[in-house]
């Protein structure tokens, strides 16, 4: 990493102990999407049981999504129908706004899928996350993607349009990152290196885009062959991380307690009992207005 790794975040709220963190896993799970090679989008939940384990599988529109790259968390909302899923997902150098909607058997409707290209460039990336944010009279969309070259880039959305483009630069040693915490004022990651460690970064949402990082675990550690990470809020100050190691096709989960350095309480609760055989994965979440924030930091 460059000398963006030198800043820090200012202490906020007292984490959770080893051991509350370990207990407030006992409910926690996250709900994740996947596509497969044929195109086919699933959506299975991933409970903390001992060890974790797949709690359900949906499967959802069949062969529409081929060839999908990287896609940004995907919302499931109540609609008269049923339910629709949405999100952006990238297919060769183009994304794409992607929805479609599934009856009260979540099975997909006729003529209800939409496709609407966004743009071009998105060869150039390695990672794609939308955080969605909507408390009290707050309503915001961000959208951001790591270059491969390590650009952390974020656009504000203005209705359907990416506008306020900002950059930041020396995010180059970065493999993967999950979004961890939501609020008006800043949005949090958890971002591994190639070489095994794992960083916060703090994005405050004002311009211009100044990214505070601080480290969580030095490297040399476990984190360097997940490819994904996929977070979910779990608990006051906690998140539960499903790390997806593609190439072994299989996943650790953690429970991360409040983000705060080195001092970040992180359990490990084991492998998960299943298999991870799929090109995509992304984050399943509700409509952000019915939805509590992430609230890892």
Not at 90 to 109: E, T
Not at 115 to 142: I, M, Q
Not at 193 to 218: D, E, N
Not at 277 to 285: A, I, K, N
Request: charged share 15%.
């Amino acid at each position: 990493m460059l000398a963006i790794l030198a800043g820090g975040v200012a202490s906020a709220p007292a984490g959770a102990t080893a051991d509350n963190v370990q207990q407030v896993t006992a409910a926690c799970k996250t709900s994740v999407g996947s596509v497969t090679h044929a195109g086919d989008h699933y959506i299975r939940d991933y409970t903390a049981t001992t060890p974790p384990s797949m709690t359900s599988e949906t499967p959802g529109l069949r062969a529409t999504f081929l060839d999908a790259g990287i896609a940004g968390s995907m919302v499931k909302e109540p609609v008269a129908a049923g339910s629709q899923y949405s999100g952006w997902m990238v297919f060769g150098q183009l994304m794409w706004s992607v929805s479609y909607q599934v009856d009260g058997q979540n099975k997909p409707i006729a003529g209800s899928t939409k496709l609407a290209k966004v743009g071009g460039g998105w060869d150039a990336f390695s990672y794609f996350e939308t955080s969605r944010y909507a408390v009290g009279s707050v309503r915001r969309t961000n959208q951001y993607g790591l270059t491969k070259t390590g650009t952390l880039v974020r656009w504000t959305m203005n209705g359907n349009t990416w506008a306020a483009k900002a950059t930041a630069p020396g995010f180059s040693s970065i493999r993967t990152m999950a979004l961890v915490s939501q609020t008006a004022s800043y949005d949090t990651f958890l971002a591994t290196t190639r070489g095994g460690a794992l960083y916060s970064v703090h994005v405050p949402t004002s311009a211009p885009m100044k990214p505070v990082v601080k480290l969580v675990r030095a490297a040399g550690g476990w984190w360097q062959p997940y490819a994904n990470l996929i977070a979910e809020r779990c608990g006051q100050y906690g998140t539960l991380l499903l790390a997806i190691d593609r190439n072994g096709q299989n996943a650790q989960m953690y429970a991360v307690g409040h983000v705060n350095g080195t001092a970040t309480v992180i359990n490990e609760l084991h492998w998960v009992d299943a298999d991870f055989v799929d090109p995509v994965y992304f984050r399943m979440t509700g409509r952000p207005d019915l939805t509590p924030p992430l609230n890892g930091e």
